[in-house]
């Protein structure tokens, strides 16, 4: 027996001889309490058509104990609402009755799957292992489009997750219904002859925007699942094998360069997405050979920086379930930009040597030959969630290796105490690579990271003490790890740190530790303080994400929420913010403070307002020179300001503006961001956004070079700069299973180099004094990037389950190494004169179960 299948034999057999935990059932339901519903066992399951004729119906106790909870908490309902609670050995069922004496203006948007329309909605949740953590939500609006979510961390939701269940709803002069099929194939248990389920069932009103829930969900509190009520009577449930099988077939016509031009090249692939319930708990999903071509592209963007650009995760596979492996660094209530121990687009990530040895033909994305992983949770509260991919060997010119083939594993656990309220975790990753000769001196040939957190909540949950602390090594050859800390997340070789820059290195090691404290709820008080610092050496981008390293910061948070309408508002909330950054050796990096607020007006229009005031004292920024000393900062200060309006009528506009102003007024940035959604009929909507910027930027990082005498010149120069991008969405949904979804986005980034100077006295009070002259003054050259992107998708899902993709999608690219003198009417122009890349895809999916 391999390792990993005694680890998973081990846990199978721990987790059969457990019970589930608040377990119970009643064979003769009693009626709805406050917090408690019955479920009755149902002799023949209902007909799923949003009528309550079913005899179960009949039977059924009704919950009728609904309360208002936005905008007031804890209020009679405008409407009345009731609901009935079935089962079977196979399936869940709930009839909701929502009442409205005017049904006539009850809208019915149609929308394809997942999308919440602007219309009254329906929502289960179920806490099928009665954890206060996890749970699922199913949710249907009255033309019956169906959403659903999957809970983890007792409010973070999963909007990838994706089950098989029905809805049915009905308009009719009482007002609307919906009755709900689901089957437990779906939900995960602990087995045994009775259980109790996590429940709650929420109601929005659109048009009053108002919502309901039963039990009373309370803002002013922490969590979601945990403020869930409980359904019993549940004996008897199966425990289903839970096969399920999606094969799919792909077939693709590309554009690709060639001698004389372009040629297409038709591609034939074909894969699978397996999921197998090893019991009621435990679900092992696996793809081979995916393809996500229905995806749609990542933004437009230009990076001036020295740091990587985080893009969303938007594969199906990766997304759902993605919770269970989160594991942040650097993230709180200030400031959190997506950096963690699992970043699951490093897999199948664009190859990293593609601009050394590739070209134009090269892929674009490595190949994912596999990916698996096991996730669940035991009667004893302990979540588990282990995954393992591998990537394999793309090739550019010559056979030369631009990705190696490559193994990701990422392993999880997390168990909880106390209802949930105290839990403790552990993470663990590895990445290791089959390097060669064209890749040994410059990827890492292995990276592993080990990590555990905990969070305590206390004073019933008002208050949490959480913390981690995180363990990285990275490994290679000397020149892989030279380049690992010359890298713009260590910069190792900076003339006026304490750090070792040493090119022998085989291996660096890392640390990062973190500790929060925090106010989550009651009252109209909430605060969160913390302390974070990483090691130099910290290291986590192989399977990960990290902006930098060598940094510690202390954060603090306090936040005024005011949730009961009054005069002007119907809710708003007050933020202030306070936060100093450090190197892990003490250099100061930032010093700011913020305040910032967000109301919604009786008129339903938002309104948000913010300014910081940085750099406060005397700071550094020691990544402005890309490895060169640290330069000292000028006091900044920045505004921004939005409107959002109402969501109700057809037309919803809004408006985002952005200021910031530094360097001693020599720099400046402005934005403005308009934005139109348009709902021209229940069937068809559409969204236009438009950004335009100007950044003049004084200190923008210009190169580094070292001239024969062995001095190396750190140079900056004045940009001017100025950026426009369009956006524009088109959604048409002929039924709720078939729907047609459009993205375009073109964008265009200019700007012009001159006064280029090099460092003379970094830390000089005085800006000027900071700088001397570098070669010939004037014009330095410039850059004009444009870049179009769009995507046209039909999406049908023939079947439950099963679906048929048919996607277009085009991307058009243009650089010129100067400005140019067009206007951005004649820089679009020019952009779609540029030849365009069209790929057409077709992708079928059928889903079996047993």
């Known amino acids: 027996m391999t390792p990993v299948a005694a680890v998973l034999a081990a846990v199978l057999a721990h987790q059969a001889s457990g019970s589930g935990p608040d377990s119970a059932g009643s064979g003769n339901p009693a009626a709805p309490s406050a917090m408690t519903a019955a479920a009755i066992r149902a002799q023949l399951p209902p007909v799923i058509d949003g009528k309550d004729d079913d005899e179960i119906w009949r039977l059924a106790p009704a919950i009728t104990g609904f309360r208002e909870f936005t905008p007031v908490e804890d209020k009679d309902p405008r409407f009345a609402t009731e609901a009935k609670v079935a089962y079977d050995a196979r399936n869940f069922y709930v009839f909701i009755r929502a009442f409205d004496p005017h049904p006539d203006s009850i809208l019915t948007l149609l929308a394809r799957r997942d999308v919440r329309t602007d ?300 209802r949930g309220e105290t839990g403790v975790g552990v993470m663990l990753t590895a990445v290791n690579r089959s390097v060669d000769q064209w ?148 250099l100061a990096l930032e010093r700011a403070a913020n305040t910032n607020v967000h109301a919604q007006l009786n008129s339903r229009w938002w309104v948000h307002w913010g300014g910081t005031l940085g750099q406060l004292g005397t700071t550094f920024c020691d990544r402005c020179a890309r490895g060169g000393p640290a330069i000292r900062l000028d006091r900044s200060v920045s505004m921004w300001g939005g409107v959002e309006g109402d969501d109700r009528p057809i037309l919803q506009p809004s408006l985002w503006m952005n200021y910031w102003r530094g360097d001693g007024g020599r720099s400046e940035f402005v934005n403005a961001s308009p934005y139109v959604r348009m709902r021209v009929s229940s069937r068809f909507n559409a969204s236009v956004g438009l950004s335009l910027s100007r950044n003049r930027d004084d200190s923008q990082w210009f190169g580094n070079s070292t001239d024969s005498a062995g001095t190396t010149h750190y140079t900056f120069a004045h940009l001017e700069q100025k950026t426009a991008s369009l956006s524009w969405r088109m959604d048409y949904t002929l039924t709720t299973n078939l729907s047609f979804q459009l993205y375009a986005s073109p964008f265009v980034s200019k700007g012009q180099y001159s006064n280029v100077r090099e460092l003379a006295n970094p830390r000089a009070a005085s800006y000027t004094a900071r700088f001397q002259p570098y070669g010939a003054p004037g014009n330095a050259g410039g850059f004009n990037f444009k870049q179009f992107r769009s995507n046209l998708v039909l999406r049908w899902e023939y079947r439950p389950g099963s679906t048929l993709f048919v996607v277009w999608g085009q991307a058009r690219q243009a650089f010129d190494p100067a400005m140019g003198a067009e206007s951005f009417t004649g820089d679009f122009r020019d952009l779609f004169d540029a030849h365009p890349n069209n790929s057409f895809l077709i992708k079928a999916s059928y889903w079996l179960n047993w």
């Open 119 to 418: 219309s009254d909605h329906l929502k289960i949740i179920i806490d099928s292992y009665h954890d206060r953590r996890t749970g699922y939500e199913f949710a249907v609006n009255p033309a019956g489009v169906r959403r659903d979510y999957a809970i983890y961390n007792d409010w973070e939701e999963d909007q990838a997750w994706d089950g098989v269940w029905e809805a049915a709803t009905q308009v009719d002069s009482l007002g609307w219904t919906a009755e709900f099929r689901i089957p437990l194939s779906q939900l995960r248990y602990a087995p045994g002859q009775s259980n109790t389920f996590g429940f709650g069932i929420w109601r929005d009103i659109q048009r009053h925007t108002e919502r309901v829930s039963w039990p009373l969900y309370r803002p002013s509190q922490a969590g979601l699942a945990s403020q869930l009520g409980q359904v019993t009577g549940l004996e008897g449930l199966a425990t289903p094998s839970r096969l399920e099988l999606a094969p799919y077939a792909v077939a693709k016509n590309v554009s690709l360069p060639a001698a004389t031009g372009y040629e297409r090249d038709q591609q034939w692939t074909a894969g699978a997405d397996l999921k197998y319930g090893l019991t009621s708990n435990l679900t092992v999903d696996a793809t081979v050979n995916p393809d996500f071509g229905q995806v749609e592209a990542d933004p437009s963007v230009l990076n001036l920086t020295a740091f990587e650009t985080f893009f969303q995760e938007r594969r199906p596979f990766f997304v759902a379930g993605s919770g269970i492996f989160s594991f942040n660094v650097n993230c709180s209530q200030v400031n959190c930009n997506g950096e963690g121990l699992f970043y699951s687009r490093r897999i199948g990530r664009s190859p990293q040597l593609g601009g050394a040895y590739g070209d134009a033909r090269s892929p674009t994305a490595t190949t994912i030959l596999g990916a698996a992983k096991l996730t669940g949770r035991l009667p004893n509260g302990l979540t588990l969630g282990f995954l393992d991919a591998v990537t394999r060997r793309e090739e550019g010119t010559q056979d030369r290796t631009i990705e190696p083939t490559t193994n990701y594993a990422a392993a999880r656990a997390q168990r909880d105490f106390r």
């Open 439 to 586: 890749t040994e001196d410059v990827l890492r040939r292995s990276a592993v990271v080990g990590a555990m957190d905990f969070r305590h909540r206390f004073a019933r949950g008002r208050y949490q003490l959480s913390g981690s602390i995180d363990i990285s090594r990275v490994a290679g050859t000397a020149r892989a790890i030279a380049a690992t800390q010359r890298s713009a997340v260590h910069f190792y070789q900076r003339p006026d740190d304490d750090l070792r820059y040493d090119s022998t290195r085989t291996s660096l090691t890392g640390d990062a530790e973190e500790i929060y404290f925090s106010k989550l709820g009651g009252g109209l008080i909430r605060f969160e303080t913390s302390y974070q610092r990483r090691s130099p050496g910290f290291e986590v981008n192989d399977m990960g994400f990290l902006l930098r390293a060598d940094q510690q910061s202390w954060n603090n948070w306090l936040g005024l929420q005011f949730t009961r309408p009054a005069w002007i508002y119907r809710r708003a909330f007050w933020n202030f913010n306070w936060w100093q950054y450090w190197t892990a050796g003490g």
